[in-house]
């Protein structure tokens, strides 16, 4: 009897849901390391207005990084979505920010 394998489609769940709990874990870790007191007095002096305008500039920060590369692969005629481009952008700004640099 064959052994049963994974597809292509649970792999990357599998690994997507592996670097989703690595990343929670790291998470916990840096802010179990930085006090949970002194975050949460952080996140109270900050208003709800600042807060969101903040997240909105982000997000026209983020969709203008994103523009050139889309612009730039549909001219070089590679199928990809904006939404696609817009989600490796995201990955490409977080994980410089989040991860130990060498």
């Given at each position: 009897?064959?052994?049963?394998?994974?597809?292509?489609r649970?792999?990357?769940?599998?690994?997507?849901?592996?670097?989703?709990?690595?990343?929670?874990?790291?998470?916990?870790?840096?802010?179990?390391?930085?006090?949970w007191?002194?975050?949460?007095?952080?996140?109270?002096?900050?208003?709800?207005?600042?807060?969101?305008a903040?997240?909105?500039?982000?997000?026209?920060?983020?969709?203008?990084?994103?523009?050139?590369?889309?612009?730039?692969?549909?001219?070089?005629?590679?199928?990809?979505?904006?939404?696609?481009?817009?989600?490796?952008?995201?990955?490409?700004?977080?994980?410089?920010?989040?991860?130990?640099?060498?």
């Amino acid at each position: 009897m064959k052994p049963a394998s994974l597809s292509a489609r649970g792999k990357v769940f599998i690994l997507r849901l592996a670097g989703t709990v690595m990343t929670l874990g790291l998470l916990v870790y840096l802010l179990e390391k930085e006090g949970w007191k002194g975050i949460f007095t952080a996140i109270n002096q900050i208003s709800g207005w600042a807060f969101g305008a903040a997240i909105v500039l982000i997000m026209i920060s983020r969709i203008a990084v994103s523009l050139p590369w889309h612009v730039l692969l549909r001219s070089a005629r590679v199928k990809i979505s904006f939404r696609e481009i817009f989600r490796l952008t995201l990955s490409r700004l977080f994980t410089p920010n989040y991860l130990p640099t060498i």
